[in-house]
């Protein structure tokens, strides 16, 4: 009688690893379809890349809206008068409708089979707002100063590598028995893969050691249910496994490399997934 349960709960749900996970695909095609205008063995993957990842696009905002609970805000993001420029939400905002247009701009050049240097513009400026999706998406976590793991600035470069990771995992499964595109899509993700390997051991470096609050976050994130899902699945058989695989005879096949593939975006996913939702456990503990 009287008594009192305050029941702590997660700011982030889990719906947003899932739009982690779909805009980092989405933002690491667009890098793809422009590194066709650098790299012509990935030519024939321009255009597929470019529309999975304008397709990719509308399922991100479709999520984001639908978090909403009143989903007709979205059309906030429309009015400059409206948003707050101090929050990097409404950066992140302006930086996804940006990326849309540039998009359709991209599609509709590409779609005339406009070869030209105006078309190779409108893709570097594509590119260049796609880099800013998982940018934004790092930062967004970055700022949150009381929250371990997030708050740290090398967690947009880490969501960069996933990005370029994931991109890459989709094009090689995308580029089938294209050997000249395989051969630059095995490099792409194998050191893409690494980078992401890296910057986890820094991360988890850091946290371990750091102080209760880091090394109780470092107990759930390598503990349990959560400890498999990072550990287990996201680090050994999402990253190390594949870039094991990749550096052995059978990675440069067709079938290796397309197994590495679906490692890695089964990785990613699980990564993202536990990024978001493991640091935000220790809150529901006390």
């Not at 690491?28 to 990935?42: E, H, N």
């Not at 820094?202 to 209760?212: F, P």
Request: aromatic residues 10%; proline residues 5%; charged residues 10%.
């Amino acid at each position: 009688m009287g008594d009192y349960v305050w029941f702590h709960d997660v700011s982030w749900h889990a719906s947003y690893a899932i739009y982690f996970f779909v805009i980092g695909i989405c933002s690491g095609l667009a890098f793809l379809s422009y590194g066709s205008w650098i790299t012509p063995a990935l030519r024939p993957l321009r255009e597929k890349a470019a529309y999975l990842s304008f397709a990719l696009l509308a399922v991100g905002g479709v999520l984001l809206i639908a978090d909403l609970s009143q989903p007709m805000r979205f059309l906030n993001v429309l009015n400059p008068a409206y948003l707050n420029f101090t929050s990097p939400l409404a950066w992140g905002s302006l930086n996804i409708v940006a990326f849309g247009i540039a998009s359709v701009l991209y599609l509709m050049a590409l779609k005339k089979g406009d070869e030209t240097p105006r078309t190779k513009l409108i893709a570097t400026v594509t590119a260049l707002l796609a880099l800013g999706l998982p940018v934004y998406t790092g930062y967004d976590l970055t700022v949150h100063q009381s929250r371990p793991i997030w708050n740290t600035p090398v967690m947009p470069v880490l969501f960069v590598a996933l990005a370029i990771a994931s991109g890459s995992a989709v094009g090689s499964l995308v580029a089938g028995g294209n050997e000249a595109a395989r051969k630059v899509l095995h490099q792409y993700l194998l050191w893409s893969t690494a980078a992401v390997g890296v910057i986890l051991v820094s991360i988890l470096g850091t946290t371990n050691y750091g102080g209760a609050a880091s090394e109780l976050t470092f107990v759930i994130l390598t503990t349990g249910t959560m400890g498999l899902i990072f550990v287990g699945i996201g680090i050994l058989a999402g990253t190390a496994a594949p870039v094991a695989l990749l550096l052995a005879p059978v990675g440069h096949k067709q079938s290796g490399l397309m197994l590495s593939a679906l490692l890695v975006l089964v990785g990613s996913a699980a990564l993202r997934y536990a990024l978001l939702m493991g640091p935000q456990q220790l809150q529901t503990l006390y």
